[in-house]
């Protein structure tokens, strides 16, 4: 099968769908690459690694023209002219874009997202080691957001003895959730997560000890942790579905001055009221008197760490797919999952229902 693998163009987006390794790997098992000239420079994999695993180099529309097509972030509006009746494997949060499912469906792409390849425990194999990455940044750029000099209200995470550190409030305590927990905790905050899955919490309670506080969250617990907070980061998931709003406007305006809200949900339209897509050159915007980080490709900003994550999840099942589409979807259940659009139709049966409004 011909693989095509074109440069990601969203903003600061460093990523590449598929490695120098994993461009050999698909020669060995006797496909054709072709790698958009530049595509791996941001994470450090230079054209020449590309052209000695065997892949040839190529135009944008030379990758997007190839049978199976590797990406990382969804096609954006300039790239809806390059889709087509081929296989589009990446990343693509259809519930929350209505005008991508049908660019998608007009081109009749067969379009598999890494978001809802989901296994029989319910888990999400392809988003899980960008939601580690995501949680982790998360901390770290709500950190940077507090200082002064960046209109946050001045704390140092952790605080010095003899002043307390920031109170970190994390809604959602899955993978992204546990990966901010983890972050913060080790920076010296006092952190609170809420979860509505009591397991959930209970994992994280045995995880972190009396070293967290576990609440279950319902529209009151959340209004009163998130006005105490210095620092909050939704990173609640329905999986397939629109992130559901956990932080009304009322909450945010009634915070602290200077807090700072990271939304790591804004991919499935934001879990605060208030959140709207930003970028990593522009990444933040006032609320009140908080500031909101709503960037949508946060693992981008650490592409060397991000394509080496992703990758080492994804390329089993890219393998697979080379080998045959049709097949490789009907033997495994969890990439059938991941298909999102076929023949000119949403067929996810979450993404479907929530897009049926649109
Ligand atoms: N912005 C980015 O760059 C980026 C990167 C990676 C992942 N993400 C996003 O992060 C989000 C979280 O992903 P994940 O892998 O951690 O998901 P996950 O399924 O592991 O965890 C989500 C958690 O949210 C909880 N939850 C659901 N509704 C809730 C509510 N109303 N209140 C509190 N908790 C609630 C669930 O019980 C679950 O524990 C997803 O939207 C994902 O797409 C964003």
């Not at 929350?96 to 194999?125: E, F, H, R």
């Not at 009396?210 to 009163?224: C, F, H, L, M, Q």
């Amino acid at each position: 099968m011909r693989v095509g693998v074109p440069t990601e163009i969203k903003d600061s987006e460093t990523r590449v769908a598929l490695t120098p390794q994993g461009a050999a790997a698909l020669v060995r098992g006797g496909h054709t690459v072709v790698v958009q000239t530049g595509a791996g420079a941001a994470s450090s994999f230079a054209d020449d690694a590309y052209l000695h695993a065997g892949a040839s180099l190529g135009s944008a529309a030379d990758a997007w023209a190839a049978e199976l097509v590797l990406k990382v972030k969804e096609p954006l509006e300039s790239e809806y002219g390059l889709l087509s009746a081929n296989t589009l494997f990446t990343f693509l949060h259809l519930a929350a874009n209505p005008p991508l499912a049908k660019a998608l469906c007009a081109a009749g792409t067969l379009g598999i997202s890494y978001d809802t390849v989901q296994l029989a425990d319910g888990s999400l194999p392809l988003l899980t080691p960008m939601s580690e990455v995501a949680g982790r940044l998360s901390v770290l750029a709500g950190a940077h957001h507090l200082q002064t000099s960046h209109s946050g209200r001045g704390v140092l995470l952790a605080g010095v003895p003899g002043v307390p550190g920031a109170d970190v409030v994390v809604l959602g305590g899955g993978i992204a959730g546990s990966n901010a927990v983890a972050q913060a905790v080790a920076l010296g905050a006092h952190v609170t997560v809420l979860d509505i899955s009591v397991p959930q919490l209970r994992t994280l309670d045995t995880r972190f000890g009396g070293r967290i506080r576990t609440v279950v969250s319902t529209p009151e617990t959340v209004a009163e942790a998130v006005a105490q907070a210095d620092l909050v980061i939704g990173a609640v998931l329905v999986p397939g579905n629109k992130a559901p709003v956990v932080v009304t406007h009322q909450m945010v305006l009634g915070m602290r001055p200077g807090s700072v809200l990271v939304d790591i949900a804004i991919d499935q339209g934001g879990c605060f009221e208030d959140s709207r897509p930003t970028t990593h050159s522009n990444p933040v915007y006032t609320v009140g008197k908080s500031l909101m980080y709503c960037v949508a490709n946060m693992p981008g900003a650490v592409g060397m760490t991000s394509t080496r994550a992703l990758t080492n999840a994804t390329l089993p099942y890219v393998v697979r797919l080379a080998d045959g589409v049709e097949s490789a979807i009907a033997a495994d259940a969890a990439l059938g999952l991941g298909v999102n659009t076929q023949a000119g139709e949403v067929v996810h049966p979450t993404v479907r229902a929530v897009l049926a409004g649109f």
